[in-house]
């Protein structure tokens, strides 16, 4: 089916595959040509009329070859030219094969247009500033206007004079025009901010919104081709470009926070200005590749959690509006954040999956389950549990996001609790107020005996980066019981709100029990992100015990437009076989929750009252480089000393190697090998679940036997 005329590495392929038309005709076989020699990707209706002229023809010189999150099969094909090729081919391999070669076509005409262009010195730039004199190296004439703001003009050769290479003083020259040019730009956006909130032209101004975005673009777009140029330059002085150099299209050069800061002066960062510190965190990189094997974590080693980062309200964005209005000014509804790059301010002082962790925060709950006397109680358990996990993992309503974790990074914790602290089944639904009157593990509990406690670990890995998946288990070894779940964060701008859809599985297993309960989680709601941001709970979730035949129903309500509660959360627990419903709950899930049962009685648990028990987590020394904390600690210093600007350099530093590294694996075709979980279908599960062992070891004792 291949066709190898070069290498190894530059190959004429050739092959079906299905590319998308449009939502009438779907998609359809095409026969795909890739032409080395041409930087061409042809397609023709079959094999048999590949001597004809192709249907399609994309150049791929500047294009952008992407995989995409949809499956593990489809691909996209951006060309220069905007035009786009969405394709499907028929497995994950197939789509590996085609995409590289692409990839690898792509970056050599790519990298023959920096050489074969004319330099930058057969063009002049004439530059000036419209709003400020201030701006470095800008001499302004009289009569400049607005019309004359760019002035690009294209000098003609002499006839059969060639252009001669450029020097390195050339490039500080375009280094200073793009000096100027920041200046100008600066000046322009401080022009708009200086306008007025209302009147006839306002700062709001969705024209000038727009100036401001494209504005920032053309910058980050000038920068890319000085990135170029360098490496035009560095081909003509060495011959050929260095191995392994790809051009690409970089991250924004300018902070967001430091550019869009009313007075702020900001000259273009150089590469060689980063931060010790930054450079610290990129050299950590290669270990972490290193040590992939599972570390089997003693508990022993961790210590009672003494970090308390109380995250504050965002309160009104005013001194923030410039950034959010930029980043809305460049969103259309619908779209993926995945790959947006979000404002540091909005950020949480921990990790995605820290905030998993933190749905455990009451282990007596979760621990308690099992100790339900019928399939019943432990339904209505699971359920009172799964309900009441909110309120701490979200950090109440608190409109602020943690940090997008980095392939490979893990979360290691645990809870230490009494066993008289677990309900038992005689206090299962007795009482009014049992679940929000669990004592509190005592200060002293780790001078306890240890089988006086149980002690329930959890560990959480980010599986994927594209799309963002993350793994996470917990179990508790001596009440037989574990929790395996992955979710894949998906989050689209939805015009004043962000919307998060957490899409995957988990299953709690009660082992003593031979019970699995199936469940899934909420959509996440960032609302009123342009005055007072607050979060909601959103869309409903099922619960399902396939032995039992019990399952629970739970709506999330959001806030309706015009009066209504907000945070409200209903739902009901029903016997399938019967159709009977069991227990009905109703409240909201970060205040007061009120179960009623069958039999008449009611319950409520005010989770403002509801005892926290502090996971128990490693010292910083103690922990491996890939950990949330180690990994972010200059992220969270950053913030919690307030420096918003060091923050944002430390989480660009770590993103921007988690880039590198990607490029790297995908440029030498070598696959991600996750730490702790498993690809199993199309989720994931923990490489030494509970289930597993007790199997095993049961097995054993019967051959034993």
Not at 154 to 160: I, S
Not at 248 to 256: A, F, M, N, T
Not at 470 to 481: D, Q, T
Not at 588 to 601: A, D, K, M, P, R
Request: charged share 25%; net charge negative.
């Amino acid at each position: 089916m291949w066709e190898d005329d070069w290498s190894d590495h530059m190959e004429n392929i050739c092959g079906y595959l299905m590319k998308y038309t449009n939502l009438v005709t779907g998609w359809q076989y095409r026969y795909f040509v890739l032409n080395n020699d041409a930087g061409l990707l042809e397609y023709f209706v079959n094999e048999q009329s590949r001597h004809l002229k192709p249907r399609g023809t994309l150049q791929l010189a500047g294009a952008v070859i992407s995989p995409s999150d949809e499956d593990s099969h489809t691909f996209t094909v951006n060309a220069a030219s905007g035009e786009q090729y969405k394709l499907r081919a028929t497995d994950a391999k197939e789509r590996q094969h085609w995409v590289s070669r692409l990839q690898i076509c792509t970056q050599h005409h790519t990298e023959a247009i920096g050489k074969n262009n004319p330099p930058l010195k057969s063009r002049s730039f004439s530059l000036a500033s419209q709003g400020s004199a201030n701006s470095p190296g800008v001499q302004r004439r009289p009569s400049q206007n607005a019309v004359s703001f760019f002035n690009v003009g294209h000098h003609r050769l002499p006839t059969g004079k060639r252009v001669p290479i450029m020097q390195p003083d050339h490039l500080v020259d375009v280094r200073e025009m793009m000096s100027q040019a920041e200046g100008q730009q600066r000046d322009l956006i401080r022009s708009i901010e200086c306008l007025p909130a209302s009147g006839h032209l306002t700062s709001l101004d969705q024209d000038l919104l727009m100036l401001k975005a494209t504005s920032m673009a053309t910058m980050n777009c000038l920068n890319d081709c000085f990135h170029i140029l360098q490496l035009q330059h560095a081909s003509q002085q060495k011959g050929s470009l260095p191995a392994g150099t790809t051009i690409s299209w970089l991250e924004p050069k300018i902070s967001l926070a430091n550019h869009f800061k009313n007075g702020a002066a900001q000259n273009f960062p150089a590469e060689i200005n980063k931060a010790a510190s930054v450079r610290e965190e990129q050299s950590i990189a290669e270990p972490c590749q290193l040590t992939r094997e599972p570390e089997e974590i003693n508990p022993d080693e961790e210590l009672e959690d003494i970090c308390d980062d109380k995250e504050d309200d965002l309160g009104a964005v005013e001194e923030q509006r410039s950034v959010i209005l930029h980043l809305l000014s460049q969103l259309k509804l619908g779209m993926d954040l995945t790959r947006v790059v979000l404002p540091t301010f909005i950020l949480e002082k921990r990790s995605l999956l820290e905030m998993y962790a933190d749905f455990m925060s009451h282990p007596d709950l979760f621990v308690a389950i099992t100790n339900g006397g019928s399939p019943e109680e432990r339904m209505i358990r699971f359920v009172e549990y799964y309900l009441t996990s909110f309120h701490e993992g979200r950090k109440g309503a608190i409109a602020k996001k943690p940090y997008n974790p980095i392939i490979g990074e893990t979360f290691h914790c645990s809870w230490r609790l009494p066993k008289s602290s677990v309900a038992t089944e005689a206090g299962a639904n007795c009482s009014a107020h049992s679940a929000s009157e669990q004592v509190a593990p005592p200060k002293d509990a780790e001078a306890q005996a240890e089988p006086d406690c149980y002690t329930v670990k959890f560990v959480a890995e980010q599986v994927s980066h594209h799309p963002p998946v993350s793994g996470f288990y917990a179990e508790c070894v001596e009440r037989n019981m574990c929790v395996n779940a992955h979710v894949w964060t998906k989050s689209k701008f939805l015009g004043m709100s962000i919307g998060v859809t957490m899409v995957g599985e988990g299953v709690l297993h009660l082992l003593e029990h031979g019970e699995e309960y199936t469940f899934s989680l909420p959509c996440a709601y960032a609302r009123s992100i342009l005055t007072v941001p607050w979060v909601e709970l959103g869309g409903k979730v099922n619960i399902n015990c396939a032995k039992t035949g019990y399952s629970a129903s739970i709506n999330f309500h959001t806030k309706p437009f015009y009066g209504g509660k907000l945070h409200r959360v209903t739902g009901e627990v029903k016997q399938n076989v019967t159709n009977t419903v069991v227990c009905r709950v109703q409240g909201e899930w970060n205040s007061v929750l009120e179960f009623t049962y069958s039999n008449g009685e009611t319950k409520y648990v005010d989770l403002t009252k509801l005892s926290v028990t502090r996971k128990r987590v490693r010292p910083l020394e103690k922990q491996g480089p890939f950990e949330s904390r180690r990994l972010w600690q200059h992220v969270t210093e950053s913030l919690r000393d307030g420096d918003i600007d060091k923050a944002t350099e430390h989480k660009r530093a770590l993103e921007e190697r988690q880039r590198n590294e990607e490029r790297l694996r995908a440029e030498t075709e070598t696959p991600w090998c996750t730490k702790y979980f498993l690809k199993d279908g199309d989720g994931w599960v923990y490489h030494k679940p509970l289930w597993k062992t007790v199997s095993a070891a049961q097995t054993q004792q019967t051959d034993s036997n």
